[in-house]
């Protein structure tokens, strides 16, 4: 994937960082980390500017990130919540903890979107709850943004540091990413845990 990222940068250079870093955002088949680094090494070698490539980094997050924030504000969570109605208690979750969790997402949605941004996965995942309470576009573009911004200065100001060597900084990202992945894992295990309790109760009547 970094060898493709690489390519991709090479090619069509800071529209190919916007490409990826979107479509991260939506499906994260490469680590934003790796490609802000490797956007970093670009600008140390004078291919890119340092602030050209934040602002397409960013554009190509915001686009990313608006995917599943409109998919979730026409689901609406009306759908959602007669779905977990149906459904939830296979895997855990009764109707008023997701009511619960919305509600409280309503109340410190800004700052979950904007610290959302900064955390692997989840910049992906934050659009859903957002885009379901219908939280506002200007208050979601603005708190995206900014967060967005940080992150992306934050990776690209570290590849532009180590130069040649900014594969050494995946090291970290990689720590970072396998810490969200052992927290996700052990959520689907609590899911699956749940689902055949269940099953099993049935069985039981």
């Known amino acids: 994937m970094i060898d493709f990222a690489a390519e991709v940068l090479g090619q069509i250079g800071l529209l190919g960082a916007a490409i990826l870093i979107g479509?991260?955002?939506?499906?994260?088949?490469?680590?934003s980390e790796a490609v802000l680094l490797l956007t970093g090494f670009n600008v140390s070698l004078?291919?890119?500017?340092?602030?050209?490539?934040?602002?397409?980094?960013?554009?190509?997050?915001l686009v990313g990130a608006s995917f599943w924030y409109v998919i979730a504000h026409f689901y609406t969570l009306q759908r959602l919540e007669n779905l977990v109605d149906k459904y939830g208690r296979y895997v855990g979750l009764p109707l008023r903890d997701l009511q619960r969790t919305m509600n409280w997402f309503a109340k410190h949605g800004a700052?979950?979107?904007?610290?959302?941004?900064?955390?692997?996965?989840?910049?992906?995942?934050?659009?859903?709850?957002?885009?379901l309470i219908k939280m506002s576009i200007v208050k979601f573009y603005f708190f995206s943004t900014v967060g967005i911004i940080i992150w992306n200065t934050l990776w690209i100001s570290i590849g532009v540091t180590l130069g040649e060597n900014w594969q050494t900084g995946e090291g970290f990202a990689a720590f970072l990413d396998w810490v969200?992945?052992?927290?996700?894992?052990?959520?689907?295990?609590?899911?699956?845990?749940?689902?055949?309790?269940?099953?099993?109760?049935?069985?039981?009547r």
């Open 111 to 131: 700052s979950m979107v904007f610290f959302g941004r900064m955390v692997p996965i989840f910049r992906s995942l934050v659009s859903i709850p957002a885009g």
């Open 23 to 31: 479509i991260e955002v939506i499906v994260p088949p490469i680590p």
């Open 46 to 61: 004078g291919n890119f500017g340092f602030f050209e490539a934040i602002l397409a980094t960013t554009a190509g997050s």
């Open 180 to 204: 969200v992945y052992a927290l996700l894992a052990f959520l689907v295990v609590y899911v699956l845990t749940n689902f055949i309790k269940e099953i099993r109760r049935n069985k039981a």
